[in-house]
Structures are given as structure tokens and as C-alpha cells.
């Protein structure tokens, strides 16, 4: 059975702090991506990645950093984190030439 | 720019049908896919259009019209558990799999 998992499920940091978010999938896929969802606002891509070692920037990257040191781990990193970071964050991956994206629960974060 | 408009609701009842629309602005556009998601839950795949023309998953199916810039979801035989957020999502660009999403249509099914 795919599997997408983070870290956490529920997060509250505070303002200045650096956050580390963890996203495991076990399906060797190549591609994996980071977005947030915010009400009305649909899901928003941040970052994503499509081999270890390479990232690219999605449509909101402002304020975040990604890693991926190995083909299984791609990390969103909040380096001084804001309020308006606060956020539902969803992490997803695909396989090389398929159309379907598997999202991970979700992390919510709290930033106050 | 890039977009996706989708009206933000619809509620029917058991057994109706619902079609929820989307338009689209992307470019380097070759493909649209559909989500769902439950409150509390993950999006999961429902389907997708890369060629104009009809798709059909069981009580759901999804459409594609290039020359139009649009797609729709139609949710047939509607029951309680499609209760949910469903998202149209473009597939364009110069990126392998990088994703556009609507901004979502909650679906409200009553009894």
C-alpha cells in the first residue's frame, strides 16, 4: 500500500523560531513536492524536487527552504518562522510519467 | 498568469448529480486532474483528462475540452460519504507533475 507520512500532525511554534518538516514516502518516486492549503485559497505549491539533490521553486517559495539528501525524504524548512506561515502543510509525491499525486496527512502549524 | 476558476459550493441531495466546473489558464497545459478531500483528510486522485473527451470511474467521471479551456467533475448517484472538497488541478508548464490547483468546491450532500 502507498504510503506518504509527516512528521507531525500538529505543530505550534514561535515567531523566530526554525521548523523542520519531515515527509517519508515509500513508493520511490522520483518527484516529490511540499504545498500549503489555506481556506479559499485551494493548495499552493512551495517547493518541489523530481531527483535527490534537486529542487525547484514552486509559486510560493518566499520565507521557506527545501531539502532532499535522499530519494525517500524531502524536508520544508521555515527558517525564522512568521504568523503568517500558519498554515496547513501538505507533502506529496509521483512517480516518474504518472499523473497521480499521493499527499501525506498533513502537518498543521501554528506560529504564534 | 495562471489559474483555475471552480464555484466554491454545491449542495444536492441523495442520488442527484452534480457537475462542478472548471476553467483554466495555464500554460504549456497538457492535462487536468480532479481531487478529493474530506475534512481532516488528504487529497486523493479521482482522475485524469490529457485528452478531450469523456473519462468514466464509476459513479464519477471527468471531461476535458481544450478548445475551451475547460473540465468538469460529475459526481452521479450522489451519496452521503462524497461529501467533500473536490479540486481541479492543471498540469502545465516546463515541469514534470507540477500542479495548478483550484481553489476547491465543497459539495454538501443532504438526505
Request: glycine share 10%.
Amino acid at each position: 500500500d502507498v504510503k506518504v507520512t509527516q512528521s507531525s500532525r500538529y505543530l505550534v511554534k514561535r515567531t523566530g523560531e526554525k521548523v523542520f518538516l519531515e515527509c517519508v514516502q515509500d513508493m520511490d518516486h522520483e518527484n516529490m513536492f511540499w504545498y500549503r492549503q489555506d481556506p479559499g485559497l485551494g493548495l499552493r505549491l512551495i517547493y518541489f524536487s523530481y531527483d535527490v539533490k534537486m529542487k525547484e521553486k514552486g509559486d510560493i517559495p518566499e520565507g521557506y527552504s527545501v531539502s532532499r539528501e535522499k530519494k525517500e525524504r524531502f524536508s520544508l524548512i521555515l527558517e525564522s518562522a512568521s504568523t503568517n506561515q500558519t498554515s496547513m502543510y501538505l507533502c506529496a509525491s509521483l512517480g516518474q510519467g504518472a499523473h497521480e499525486q499521493y499527499f501525506g496527512p498533513g502537518t498543521r502549524l501554528t506560529v504564534t | 498568469g495562471q489559474s483555475l476558476e471552480q464555484p466554491s459550493e454545491v449542495t444536492a441531495v441523495e442520488g442527484a448529480i452534480v457537475q462542478i466546473n472548471c476553467t483554466y489558464q495555464t500554460s504549456g497545459f497538457y492535462g487536468l486532474s480532479w481531487y478529493q478531500q474530506h475534512d481532516g483528510g488528504a487529497p486523493t486522485f479521482l482522475s485524469y483528462n490529457g485528452l478531450d473527451g469523456l473519462e468514466e470511474t464509476g459513479r464519477f467521471s471527468s471531461f476535458l475540452s481544450r478548445s475551451d479551456s475547460y473540465g468538469y467533475l460529475l459526481l452521479q448517484e450522489l451519496q452521503m460519504k462524497d461529501s467533500a472538497s473536490y479540486f481541479c488541478a492543471s498540469h502545465g508548464g516546463d515541469s514534470w507533475g507540477k500542479l495548478q490547483f483550484g481553489a476547491g468546491t465543497q459539495v454538501v450532500v443532504t438526505p
